[in-house]
């Protein structure tokens, strides 16, 4: 292996990796990060519809959920390097069959005032847990997203000295399901809270997450869409990266880390070349490729490659996606009554009761697909630039099984028809949809998995809460530090703490480690 050209290698160009590297890079670092797709950003995509020029469409994450409050958002000066975001005030619209609408707004009064016209009593107890969680979030649960975390013996016994650690301990108690129906009366309310707040995260039966709904009732930060498409983002972390000197070098496949005297120095890529690093290697990727993909069996001691292997993924993370070019937006029946609707961010379709939940885990256990409960957006009403000018491009996505029926290969045969299915029910909400469609196409959990390996079975998250596997537990005990077994050797991607989700924290969180380990300075040791 040739000297040493780089003191660091990453090995995938994800968000995460990109924060990483360009906070190193500021540091004084010259870094490669090594990605096996065409282009950086991994679940910032925004790519031209297959079926006509000038519609573009963001096929893996949309909604970024506060992510101009992000501390390494500031640090990197995105907004100057280009990345500009939207927080749409109607921010979340849940849509019933017979047209009243659920809305979720920006300003917590009108929140309040619709979920008044459900239930007044529970519109109280919205108010109620918003102002106990609020010192909640703001002193402890952001906190700790943005450090490394605590051994859970240790978080605890701190947690319990306070007020506030003790709310939150309690309300981690139960399931998110027992929270809600606990604490909530009205079935679409109790749908909606579920919906917005849960199901996209956690397993809403798993007890330990309880806290995730008053949490995000506390959260002054709403989901927000970049302007330009999700690869706004992506391209604003890349300046960064490479204004600090480091290189991104994208159709490149790692083949394996390179070993030597118990340290990880570099890696070799699949067509032969060899690399060498001097201080680290960091990967972006899940725990099995890390661990079992890319080391010789005997760099990796037994009880890591048994952890690496049993490491889980989220069983109804996976989503199926069907996008649309349009003629002219959707306009929903319900706008009559409902006027905002028009300007709502995020909208649900198909969910009208709790009911729904049990009935769309059973069907993701046994690899068959529910009654259609969708939630999207159509971005151009907000930025006209993903589209050609007076045309729209939509969205809507839905909670499908990676397995279907036993195998995920059946996905490329039934996409198509079930992308009609739901396009059925939009159109039955929106009724001048059929005539506006210009073109439209789906992507199953499979085409995710083909596109992103680290999603591994599809889970966007990269990695289930459940199992656990979280903070200090995250990816497995022993690895929750960002750091693996080996000298030189670090984990900064969604499967470690706090996860998956555009936030950039895992990256964060790594280079916080990785300043203290290699004796640099940065944003957190300045003073
Ligand atoms: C359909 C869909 C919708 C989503 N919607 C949202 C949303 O609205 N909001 C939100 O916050 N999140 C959303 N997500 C989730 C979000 O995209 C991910 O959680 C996030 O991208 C994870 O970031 P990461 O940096 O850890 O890894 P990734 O973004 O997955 O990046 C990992 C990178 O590693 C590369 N890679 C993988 N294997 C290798 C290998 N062997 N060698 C080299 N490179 C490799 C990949 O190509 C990729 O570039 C969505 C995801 C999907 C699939």
Known sequence: ??????????LGAGHNALVLQAYLGRAGLK????????TPGGGLVTSESPCNAGFRHNTHSFFHRAITHMPWYRDLELER????????????????????????????????????????????????????????????????????????????????????????????ELSPQEFVLREFEHPVVQAGLLFFN??????????????????????????????SGSAGLARALVDAVEESGGEIRCGIEPRRIVVEDGRAVGVETAS????????????????????????????????????????????????????????ERPVYAAEKDCPQLAKALMVILGLESYAQFPEIVEHHEKGTIPRTVMWGSTPTIFDPSQAPAQRHTAFMWEKLPYRLHGDPGNWDREKDAH????????????PNLEGAVLGSFTRSALDTERTLPNMREGDLLVGAFSNGQIGADRPFPGAGQYRGHLKGLYLCGSSSHPGGNVTGLPGYNCAQVLHADLGLKGPWNRT
């Open 198 to 227: 849960g199901l996209r995260e956690v397993d809403l039966r798993c007890k330990g997450f309880g806290h995730h709904i008053p949490i995000l009732l506390a959260a002054a930060g709403k989901a927000q869409m970049c302007v």
């Open 1 to 10: 292996m040739s000297d040493a050209a780089y003191d660091g290698i990453l």
């Open 31 to 38: 870094t490669l990060c090594l990605e096996r797709n065409a």
């Open 419 to 430: 992308g009609k299915d739901m396009l059925k029910l939009w159109a039955q909400r929106a």
């Open 272 to 327: 032969g070349e060899h690399i060498r690093a001097r201080s680290f290697v960091a990967s972006c990727l899940n725990p099995q490729q890390t661990f079992l993909e890319l080391m010789d069996e005997r760099h990796v001691p037994q009880v890591w490659r048994d952890k690496a292997s049993a490491f889980a993924y989220n069983l109804l993370a996976p989503l199926f996606g069907l996008y649309l070019d349009l003629r």
């Open 81 to 172: 390097r280009g990345a500009r975001y939207l927080e749409p005030a109607l921010n979340v619209a849940l849509v019933l069959a017979d047209g009243q609408v659920l809305e979720w707004w920006t300003d917590f009064e009108k929140t309040i005032a619709s979920f008044e016209r459900f239930s007044s009593k529970d519109a109280q107890s919205l108010r109620r847990w918003r102002d106990d969680f609020v010192p909640v979030l703001e002193k402890i649960v952001a906190p700790e997203g943005r450090t490394p975390p605590l051994p859970a013996a240790e978080r605890r016994a701190r947690l319990e000295k306070s007020r506030e650690g003790r709310l939150l301990l309690a309300a981690s």
